[in-house]
């Protein structure tokens, strides 16, 4: 797959890459897109909830910039054909196995019909997602924070049905990110590409998170609240590659 060869070149040459989730139902998409278009190396398009005008959304956007665009799908209904790739997903600690494997599923067709780009991808809702709305939605086991052995074993399970990336998820807006030691471990035991998101507000801790291990930091939540931030969360997140990569 295009989308997901460069973003390992990325990593590989930079250590990191940075990716930006839009809200498809945000009104002033277009200002995002053009706030964040020469700092993300990629653009998610997603959420939770109420997804209504998805196909309007990846257009505006395609406009905007020719950053690849990577579906991040709530639910089944989380697919346009204007997008380049979608992270093909699997809650792996959801009570419910509508959202472990049946939505992916159910949407598999519509991928190919669409011609996206499946990049295999397991979502893990850690600690405090619970209290965000995909703990909600997602109906999750949440695995705590200190227990970074339960997301590393995740992790490892993920590398051996061939998913080639982990999210590691505290929630959109969560009070508090995923801890240093969950991403260390995670990377560690698997190898596999580890993404990290969920209440990052700030460039240090980004920094920290590159370093610990994430291959990838996701902002949504910034991208609207301090849009200021989002340059600055580039410069970290690529000083800690390149300090990884020494
Ligand atoms: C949500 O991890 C992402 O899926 C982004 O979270 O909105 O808190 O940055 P924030």
Known sequence: ?????????????????????????????????????????????????????????????????????????????????????????????????YWAITAPTLGAITILKYNLEPIPMAYLCIEPAKKTAVGYVGEIREIPQNKPKIAAMYCLSAKFFGMRWAYLEAGSGAEYPVNNETISLSKKLSGINIIVGGGIRKPEIAYEKVLAGADAIVTGNLLEENPNAVEMMYDAIKKAGREKLK
């Open 1 to 97: 797959g295009k989308v997901e060869k460069k973003l390992n070149e990325i990593i590989e040459e930079e250590g990191a890459v940075y990716l930006t989730l839009l809200d498809p139902e945000e009104e002033n998409i277009e200002e995002i897109a053009e706030n964040v278009k020469d700092y993300a190396d990629a653009i998610m398009v997603g959420g939770s909830i109420g997804i209504v005008n998805l196909d309007e959304a990846v257009k505006k956007i395609k406009k905007i910039t020719k950053l690849p665009i990577i579906l991040f799908p709530g639910n089944v209904d989380g697919l346009s054909k204007y997008a380049d790739a979608v992270f093909y997903m699997s809650l792996m600690n959801s009570a419910n196995t």
